[in-house]
């Protein structure tokens, strides 16, 4: 990519699958489309990213950095699907949460795509995701009471004049009582980027602290995460039974 991008995940309700969305499209842009790629733990409060990564009880976290306590690069991680990592910190300290767009910025000369998973809670957390991000991916599922935090995460968002480049539905039954995409894209006057169906082999992949597109990676939903990976950066993405990694050309 010529130009770096800086996407902040957010939403407004837990349990949405918002950090399950950040560690997958992280190894789908790394590993499918050979990006170069880092996933952020911004849930300063609630830190789990580097958990649904294999990542556990890291001695250097994005805590420390946002403290001055050493430099950012210190606290990057390398994963074996060939994203990096900034973890957080379980039970953290106080910290200059706004300070996160100042750290972050130096890396977009190494890297192609900084994801940012945010606080699911509306406080200087998400705003400091806010701040730093060109672009927000906002999650959410098709029932009415997320759909509700979804609009007011919208709303915030707008107030704070940080472009939104769309929703991802997460966890669709394909049922007759959910809220359709349209319905979704009327209420909130902004698009819907996937419909990512229901799958138990994420939770499965959660269990094995493994992303979905590389532990299962010919499932529907994988499929699906891979080709909003590809809208994101402008790529086109052809759907294998194969393989889990894009062929390249010879």
């Not at 902040?8 to 309700?13: D, Q």
């Not at 539905?169 to 009582?177: A, G, H, Q």
């Not at 959660?206 to 994988?222: A, E, G, L, R």
Request: aromatic letters at 6%; a positive charge; proline letters at 7%.
């Amino acid at each position: 990519m010529d130009n770096p991008k800086v996407f902040g995940v957010i939403a407004l309700k837990g349990g949405v699958g918002k950090t399950t969305v950040v560690s997958n499209l992280g190894a789908a842009l790394s590993n499918h489309f050979q990006k170069k790629v880092l996933i952020v733990d911004a849930n300063f409060s609630t830190p789990h990213l580097g958990l649904h990564v294999g990542l556990i009880n890291p001695e250097y976290t994005l805590h420390p950095v946002l403290s001055n306590e050493y430099p950012i690069y210190d606290a990057i991680y390398q994963h074996g699907l060939g994203f990096h990592i900034i973890p957080g910190k379980l039970a953290p300290p106080l910290v200059n949460f706004l300070a996160l767009k100042e750290k972050l910025d130096p890396l977009r000369d190494i890297y192609d795509v900084i994801l940012i998973d945010s606080s699911p809670s509306l406080n200087e957390e998400i705003l400091a995701t806010m701040a730093a991000s060109d672009e927000l991916l906002v999650v959410s599922s098709p029932d009415y009471p997320t759909l509700s935090s979804t609009l007011h995460a919208i709303r915030i968002a707008k107030e704070k004049q940080t472009p939104i480049r769309g929703i991802i539905i997460n966890r669709v039954l394909k049922k007759r009582f959910e809220i359709s995409p349209k319905e979704i894209e009327k209420s909130s006057g902004v698009k819907v980027l996937a419909s990512l169906p229901n799958n138990i082999k994420v939770l499965a992949a959660v269990s094995n602290m493994t992303p979905v597109v590389s532990y299962s990676p010919t499932q529907d939903v994988s499929h699906d995460i891979k080709k909003l990976a590809a809208s994101l950066i402008g790529e086109s993405y052809k759907k294998s039974i194969f393989s889990g990694r894009r062929q390249k050309k010879k």
